[in-house]
């Protein structure tokens, strides 16, 4: 039962750092915007790179892209939660417990594909993101990435009642 609880507060605390981070974005909407402007805009990465063909200008687009951001992390938050209620509804029940767990994989799994799909691959890779010294979010989102999978590969570990702990 402690490893239940241990993934219930794992899922938990995915869901308070996501409910953080939309609040701080909603709350504080122009510091994290400027990040999304400069890295759409391409405009401090290396001066004589050739990929500044893919800089996106339009202001409206930085807008829509951050909204996007905002709403995938908030439907990770939602899904965090909800998974982890339903987790330690079933926290008695080592079968039960474990069918309750698609919730949290698909919160857990929105944030993978948001910081390494969104941010470590289209915003590193695709808008060279890599190449800024003030514009560079990848180290940060890295760290989420690895935090989630470990989550993730933790929690999708059949659980059994033959555990006594």
């Not at 490893?3 to 122009?30: C, E, H, P, Q």
């Not at 993978?112 to 003030?134: H, K, P, R, V, Y």
Request: proline share 1%.
């Amino acid at each position: 039962m402690l490893t239940r609880l241990s993934k219930v507060m794992l899922i938990w605390a995915v869901a308070l750092f996501a409910s953080l981070v939309v609040f701080n974005n909603v709350m504080d909407y122009g510091s994290n915007f400027t990040l999304i402007r400069q890295v759409l805009m391409m405009d401090t990465i290396f001066p004589d790179s050739q990929g500044r063909w893919r800089a996106i200008d339009a202001s409206f687009m930085h807008h829509a892209v951050y909204v996007v951001i905002i709403a995938i992390e908030f439907v990770i938050a939602v899904y965090c939660w909800i998974g982890g209620f339903w987790l330690y509804k079933q926290r008695h029940d080592a079968r039960a417990f474990n069918q309750s767990k698609g919730a949290a994989i698909i919160g857990l799994t929105l944030g993978i594909l948001l910081w390494f799909g969104g941010f470590m691959t289209i915003g590193g890779e695709w808008f060279l993101m890599w190449q800024s010294q003030t514009a560079n979010g990848q180290d940060a989102a890295f760290r989420l990435v690895v935090i989630l999978n470990v989550v993730l590969i933790y929690l999708v570990q059949n659980d059994d009642d033959k555990l006594t702990s």
